[in-house]
């Protein structure tokens, strides 16, 4: 391998070198995987015949000297789009001036990201503009008539009242969002003790639960040592859990929550503090588990819909345990119920204390 071969073996993208006859001196292992056929017979030619516009590039390289920059887009062949720069790097190795060196940069990443901004406004707009509809319509029958019909009247205050409520879920949901996904890691500088963080959780959740006749017990085994977090967070967690048990559980339903230390057998793999949140409700099909945490995903969007759910629940919840180091599993038995268990690593100079 030349020097150039070797240098551009340790960059951590595509590079290939090319001399003023436009022949290959170098390329490094990324750009051989993202352009299989640069070692076949067509080599060189056949990759410039796949990329559009790129010789050209490479001859007013040449003819100029100067840097150049652009898009390009393979015709076909290769996965992905490249902004490419070609650079006159001079004389190497013996090899008379100049040596035009190509660096890709792989664009899927930035178009995946760019798809997913779109996806988003298009979701929240979409659940922006349904209650927005219905209260419109509300507000259009309530100019007529109807408004001297006082039972009409009631149902239909009711209903926008309902809808309302939709709205500002959303929005404090995504404000929630946006502000967990702000807060830095170096944010954990708190040590959190869990145990009156669970028992906020269920002071919070237990009217929800009388509410729709559910049951809610708590058993906390031994003493939960500290961990490092933000509170009011950890707290968010367990009331989006708790909320989703209670919604999603059959009719007087039960729900049980079992908080202890977890001696390293985990997803995280370290002694941990793990928390479980059983219901008796229907259950969720197993294909439909790994999509539960992204944004606005609901098995069953009108019966989310009628809770005042947004499908943002679980996202919040996600981001909070990637940023506190954490785990969520999700175990499910369609007829029979879900079991959803968070896992939080202990601070480090916690000790497990004997139950
Ligand atoms: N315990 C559960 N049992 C059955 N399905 C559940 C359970 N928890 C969540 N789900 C399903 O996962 C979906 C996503 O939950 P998530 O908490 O993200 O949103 P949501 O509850 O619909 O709305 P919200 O943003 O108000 O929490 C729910 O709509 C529901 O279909
Ligand atoms: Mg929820």
Redesign the pocket.
Known sequence: MNTVGKIIEGLAVPVIAVNVNLQVLALNSLAEQAFTDLKDTGGFDSFLSRITGLEPLLLSTLDDGKTTTAKVKPKAGYRSDYNITIKNIGAIDGVESPVLLMTFEDRSLSNDLKAMRIGFVANVSHEIRSPLTAISGFVETLQGPAIEDVAVRERFLGLMAKEVTRMT?LVS?LLSLSQVEAKKRRDLKNKVEMRPVIEQAVEATLPVAEKWNKTLTVEINGILPAIMGRQDDLLRVLI??L???I???RQNGHIHMVACVDHGENPLGCDAISVS?K?D????AAK?IPF??QRF?????S??RN???????????KHILVRHRGELVIE?TVGQ??T?TIYLPLALDEKINPS
């Open positions: 879920n949901d989006n859990l909320e989703n048990a919604h999603y559980s949140i219901d409700g229907e259950g969720i439909e539960l945490t995903y609901r098995v069953d969007k019966r989310s809770m005042g759910g947004t499908g943002l629940g679980l996202a919040i919840v499910s119920g879900s959803f």
